[in-house]
């Protein structure tokens, strides 16, 4: 049953709450599964969510809720029962005005207003098709998609408060990510594709199926490095993963004022190599990120994290911009509806420089080059050190190149965007909200055989 958010205001005004928020979410989703390349029955569904959060005196509590059968009535009187049991919060600001910019993300492909679950499965059928066919140039005895999903989604987002905010946004959401198998005189080898954006990216998700699969080839009988100091280059996936587990946490606004940042007091200060550039960016067209407005309904901004090195500006929502006496830069992002934001990216651009991961293997003399990873969430983005084992990479040494897994990588995010840093590459790739290109490190420890 779907309730109005006026509703909920005046309901609320009358129960005595000094503030409250409505964060709907509309969404319908068609997802097409595959598994040993047999295409599974389309799954269909759509759900409404409500995330509210309300305020007494500084009292502030937040629920979610899908069922509405229950009545506005009881949702608030849950929704009281959860602020009255909160503590009291002395800085709270209150919820945001309405702040707009002026600016206005394509955030929704008009080609979602007719793409239904037959899309969903034609792009598994591509999805399969690629695989076989570059299983089948590439000299493999068999090839499979072992498990791989297709998702179209079409998402109407509403933010509504008491202090006058109400805005809406409609996006469209693209992704897939599988992994594939291929066999070589009964030799298995695997490797994960992953793509995801605003528009359905056909030929994207082509090229990404078939590097994967050439990919099996690349990584078969792979061995594991001694361990010792290496130089080091990375992959745009793999920086991509590196800025999201140690470098987004760092430059949150909220970790920096709770002084769980290692960039707090150095905003205007270098603290990477003057090759480093990156923005937020939630302007670019129809990318996974983009937004026009974040999950308080604050209007977003395009703007420079690191300029040539230098930190400018930390990503806030509006009760950290409050605390931290700054402008509010519209990154209030929630997991769920319901819970208050936390400052988080929504596109996250590194600036290209030159050359990619030819030049760089050319130019190593001992190194590793690593495509794939698990585990980098167990970096400590507190201290600045980067943790991840390397399940795809290449050994260079001496001229020779030979596939290596089973190692774990560390090091210094400061230093390896600092002293340490070698070149930035030109070769920047979009995977999902971060756009990056490859980067050669001068040293980092690897732990291996």
Not at 72 to 78: A, C, F, T
Not at 141 to 160: G, Q, S
Not at 307 to 325: A, Q
């Given at each position: 049953?779907?309730?109005?958010?006026?509703?909920?205001?005046?309901?609320?005004?009358?129960?005595?709450?000094?503030?409250?928020?409505?964060?709907?979410?509309?969404?319908?989703?068609?997802?097409?599964?595959?598994?040993?390349?047999?295409?599974?029955?389309?799954?269909?569904?759509?759900?409404?969510?409500?995330?509210?959060?309300?305020?007494?005196?500084?009292?502030?509590?937040?629920?979610?809720?899908?069922?509405?059968?229950?009545?506005?009535?009881?949702?608030?009187?849950?929704?009281?029962?959860?602020?009255?049991?909160?503590?009291?919060?002395?800085?709270?600001?209150?919820?945001?005005?309405?702040?707009?910019?002026?600016?206005?993300?394509?955030?929704?492909?008009?080609?979602?207003?007719?793409?239904?679950?037959?899309?969903?499965?034609?792009?598994?059928?591509?999805?399969?098709?690629?695989?076989?066919?570059?299983?089948?140039?590439?000299?493999?005895?068999?090839?499979?998609?072992?498990?791989?999903?297709?998702?179209?989604?079409?998402?109407?987002?509403?933010?509504?408060?008491?202090?006058?905010?109400?805005?809406?946004?409609?996006?469209?959401?693209?992704?897939?990510?599988?992994?594939?198998?291929?066999?070589?005189?009964?030799?298995?080898?695997?490797?994960?594709?992953?793509?995801?954006?605003?528009?359905?990216?056909?030929?994207?998700?082509?090229?990404?199926?078939?590097?994967?699969?050439?990919h099996t080839r690349l990584f078969a009988n792979p061995s594991t490095p001694e361990s010792g100091v290496y130089e080091l280059v990375l992959t745009p996936r793999v920086f991509g993963e590196v800025l999201t587990y140690v470098v987004a946490p760092a430059v949150s606004?909220?970790?920096?004022?709770?002084?769980?940042?290692?960039?707090?007091?150095?905003?205007?200060?270098n603290v990477f190599d003057e090759r480093i550039t990156i923005r937020d960016d939630p302007l670019l067209p129809l990318h996974y990120g983009s937004r026009s407005f974040d999950d308080e309904g604050v209007g977003v901004m395009a703007k420079t994290v690191f300029d040539?090195?230098?930190?400018?500006?930390?990503?806030?929502?509006?009760?950290?911009?409050?605390?931290?006496?700054?402008?509010?830069?519209?990154?209030?992002?929630?997991?769920?509806?319901?819970?208050?934001?936390?400052?988080?990216?929504?596109?996250?651009?590194?600036?290209?420089?030159?050359?990619?991961?030819?030049?760089?293997v050319r130019d190593m003399r001992r190194g590793v080059v690593v495509y794939s990873t698990i585990g980098g969430w167990m970096s400590n983005f507190v201290a600045g050190q980067v943790y991840f084992t390397v399940t795809h990479g290449l050994l260079v040494e001496s001229?020779?190149?030979?596939?290596?897994?089973?190692?774990?990588?560390?090091?210094?995010?400061?230093?390896?965007?600092?002293?340490?840093?070698?070149?930035?590459?030109?070769?920047?790739?979009?995977?999902?909200?971060?756009?990056?290109?490859?980067?050669?490190?001068?040293?980092?420890?690897?732990?291996?055989?």
């Amino acid at each position: 049953m779907a309730v109005e958010p006026e509703l909920f205001l005046r309901e609320a005004a009358r129960r005595g709450f000094s503030e409250l928020e409505i964060a709907v979410s509309q969404v319908e989703r068609f997802r097409a599964e595959i598994s040993g390349n047999t295409i599974k029955p389309v799954s269909a569904g759509s759900r409404t969510v409500y995330g509210l959060r309300g305020v007494i005196g500084k009292r502030v509590g937040g629920l979610s809720v899908s069922d509405l059968a229950v009545g506005v009535e009881d949702v608030l009187r849950d929704l009281e029962r959860v602020v009255r049991n909160s503590p009291e919060d002395p800085h709270w600001p209150g919820f945001p005005p309405r702040i707009h910019r002026g600016n206005r993300a394509e955030t929704y492909s008009r080609e979602f207003d007719e793409l239904g679950p037959e899309k969903a499965v034609e792009l598994a059928g591509l999805i399969v098709e690629e695989a076989l066919e570059e299983g089948r140039s590439i000299g493999a005895d068999k090839t499979y998609v072992v498990n791989a999903y297709v998702e179209l989604a079409r998402i109407n987002m509403r933010v509504v408060n008491t202090n006058g905010v109400d805005i809406v946004e409609k996006c469209s959401v693209f992704s897939s990510s599988g992994s594939v198998k291929s066999v070589f005189s009964g030799v298995e080898s695997t490797y994960h594709f992953l793509i995801g954006g605003r528009r359905v990216e056909e030929d994207g998700l082509g090229e990404r199926v078939r590097q994967a699969v050439s990919h099996t080839r690349l990584f078969a009988n792979p061995s594991t490095p001694e361990s010792g100091v290496y130089e080091l280059v990375l992959t745009p996936r793999v920086f991509g993963e590196v800025l999201t587990y140690v470098v987004a946490p760092a430059v949150s606004g909220l970790n920096i004022l709770e002084g769980r940042s290692p960039l707090r007091g150095r905003v205007g200060l270098n603290v990477f190599d003057e090759r480093i550039t990156i923005r937020d960016d939630p302007l670019l067209p129809l990318h996974y990120g983009s937004r026009s407005f974040d999950d308080e309904g604050v209007g977003v901004m395009a703007k420079t994290v690191f300029d040539k090195g230098v930190f400018k500006t930390p990503l806030t929502n509006y009760y950290v911009s409050k605390r931290l006496n700054t402008e509010a830069t519209g990154n209030g992002f929630r997991s769920v509806p319901g819970v208050s934001t936390t400052p988080s990216p929504t596109n996250l651009v590194v600036e290209g420089g030159s050359g990619g991961l030819e030049e760089f293997v050319r130019d190593m003399r001992r190194g590793v080059v690593v495509y794939s990873t698990i585990g980098g969430w167990m970096s400590n983005f507190v201290a600045g050190q980067v943790y991840f084992t390397v399940t795809h990479g290449l050994l260079v040494e001496s001229g020779s190149v030979k596939p290596v897994k089973s190692f774990v990588v560390t090091g210094n995010i400061f230093d390896w965007l600092g002293g340490k840093l070698v070149a930035v590459g030109s070769d920047s790739e979009a995977n999902f909200n971060i756009v990056s290109p490859s980067i050669y490190i001068r040293e980092a420890m690897v732990s291996g055989g």
